[in-house]
């Protein structure tokens, strides 16, 4: 039986690392034991030799009828294709580099002292938990934890208040044993003042003080113009597949 782990290889994706450590999501192989698939939220990464059985593949613990699926290679892609057809919507995503000792502190301080006055940056407790599980926009900067317990365990995030009501937030979307992947949102109607980059340096800077690695992963232009501004650089451009009726 070949190793899972060579599988997928050298593939730098925190999610895949979260599968594989046994921490969050879960890795599924096919009958030949020569691909696998990782599953985590709303991500399915494919590798090995590509495998129609495991395209079609759906745990029976997943409700959703939504999953961005992402392929080793162009092979991979044209199954995903083939087996999901106009389903399957084609975007393209931006992997960011994971370097350490990156990290300009004071320029992160400085970025969380320029928070617009009337605003508060607050690390997630169980109250700032439970207004994330609350407002829809924001559900995922918590939704791969359970509980407030299992977050309060695994996970690290902060959010932006005004007037006591949630609008904007940095957390981890999943972790893995050396560090976090991590989700930001803004509200809409708090846009373009500056909360997501006050929130994600404040969050850089909790990881750096735990000795945990911030992986970003960017889902356009915006997010990767985000991470440039807090110090990271730009890797590649990927493919992955949006599939609705999953």
Same mark, same amino acid.
């Given at each position: 039986?070949?190793?899972?782990?060579?599988?997928?290889?050298?593939?730098?994706?925190?999610?895949?690392?979260?599968?594989?450590?046994?921490?969050?999501?879960?890795?599924?192989?096919?009958?030949?034991?020569?691909?696998?698939?990782?599953?985590?939220?709303?991500?399915?990464?494919?590798?090995?030799?590509?495998?129609?059985?495991?395209?079609?593949?759906?745990?029976?613990?997943?409700?959703?009828?939504?999953?961005?699926?992402?392929?080793?290679?162009?092979?991979?892609?044209? @199954?995903?294709?083939?087996?999901?057809?106009?389903? =399957?919507?084609?975007? #393209? %995503? $931006?992997?960011?580099?994971? &370097?350490?000792? !990156?990290?300009?502190?004071?320029?992160?301080?400085?970025?969380?002292?320029?928070?617009?006055?009337?605003?508060?940056?607050?690390?997630?407790?169980?109250?700032?938990?439970?207004?994330?599980?609350?407002?829809?926009?924001?559900?995922?900067?918590?939704?791969?934890?359970?509980?407030?317990?299992?977050?309060?365990?695994?996970?690290?995030?902060?959010?932006? @208040?005004?007037?006591?009501?949630?609008?904007?937030? =940095?957390?981890?979307? #999943? %972790? $893995?044993?050396?560090?976090? &992947?991590?989700? !930001?949102?803004?509200?809409?109607?708090?846009?373009?003042?500056?909360?997501?980059?006050?929130?994600?340096?404040?969050?850089?800077?909790?990881?750096?003080?735990?000795?945990?690695?911030?992986?970003?992963?960017?889902?356009?232009?915006?997010?990767?113009?985000?991470?440039?501004?807090?110090?990271?650089?730009?890797?590649?451009?990927?493919?992955?597949?949006?599939?609705?009726?999953?």
């Amino acid at each position: 039986m070949r190793d899972i782990t060579d599988i997928f290889g050298d593939w730098s994706e925190s999610a895949i690392w979260s599968c594989l450590q046994g921490i969050m999501g879960e890795v599924y192989t096919n009958t030949l034991n020569d691909a696998a698939v990782a599953i985590l939220g709303d991500f399915a990464f494919y590798a090995g030799r590509p495998s129609e059985e495991l395209i079609r593949f759906k745990p029976e613990s997943c409700e959703q009828d939504f999953i961005i699926m992402v392929p080793q290679n162009d092979a991979w892609a044209k @199954l995903i294709e083939k087996c999901y057809g106009d389903k =399957a919507k084609k975007v #393209s %995503r $931006y992997a960011i580099k994971k &370097e350490k000792d !990156i990290f300009d502190v004071c320029k992160l301080e400085q970025a969380i002292f320029e928070l617009p006055e009337g605003y508060e940056l607050k690390l997630i407790e169980e109250h700032e938990y439970d207004l994330c599980q609350n407002n829809r926009w924001a559900n995922d900067l918590v939704s791969q934890f359970k509980d407030y317990d299992t977050y309060k365990k695994l996970g690290l995030g902060v959010v932006v @208040l005004k007037d006591g009501e949630l609008v904007a937030g =940095a957390s981890s979307y #999943s %972790r $893995y044993n050396e560090g976090i &992947e991590i989700e !930001i949102d803004t509200r809409k109607d708090h846009r373009r003042k500056g909360l997501a980059y006050a929130c994600g340096a404040k969050l850089i800077l909790e990881c750096l003080k735990k000795g945990l690695y911030p992986s970003w992963d960017a889902q356009n232009m915006w997010s990767v113009a985000l991470a440039e501004k807090l110090g990271y650089h730009f890797s590649h451009e990927y493919t992955a597949y949006e599939i609705i009726g999953y």
